[in-house]
């Protein structure tokens, strides 16, 4: 199975074509992030079927697994990642292809098993484990008693 080519479509309306899937995926990004909303990149493939990737103004990619392929990956430690279904994780630390992540938002911290990283920078997992909300502030600081000693 080969892809022949690639369509963008934006609002129904064909916009462009591309030889090369990371062409299509970027000139997707560029439309998005301009025009405000999402753009379908299709992919013609040799056997006759049609994959269908959707870029999002807001840096999300839908189903890129359906044209792309993803390489295992060990996220570096105090980095941030755009996962591929949508939101940033800073990686709190990594062990081979599992890590710890915090969603920078949020403050949603899981274990992410099976880490893989596209061409385009964004990450995703396989299955997570150990979700919690962590805080995303500072710990109260210790009160004092009146003779001004700790308690």
């Not at 990642?81 to 949603?108: D, H, I, P």
Request: aromatic share 10%; hydrophobic share 30%; with cysteine.
């Amino acid at each position: 199975m080969k892809y022949l080519h690639f369509t963008l479509t934006q609002n129904g309306v064909q916009i462009g074509t591309a030889a090369v899937m990371e062409q299509a995926i970027n000139a997707a990004k560029g439309y998005a992030e301009k025009y405000g909303a999402p753009v379908s990149v299709i992919g013609h493939r040799d056997d006759g079927k049609e994959k269908e990737v959707i870029y999002h103004p807001d840096g999300r990619i839908e189903k890129i697994w359906e044209l792309a392929q993803s390489s295992p990956f060990c996220p570096e430690e105090g980095m941030t990642y755009r996962n591929a279904g949508g939101g940033e994780y800073r990686c709190e630390w990594a062990s081979g292809t599992e890590a710890r992540m915090v969603n920078t938002k949020s403050g949603w911290s899981l274990r992410a098993h099976g880490c893989r990283i596209y061409f385009d920078g964004s990450i995703e997992w396989d299955y997570s484990t150990d979700g919690c909300f962590t805080h995303l502030v500072s710990p109260p600081r210790s009160r004092k008693n009146q003779t001004g000693k700790g308690r």
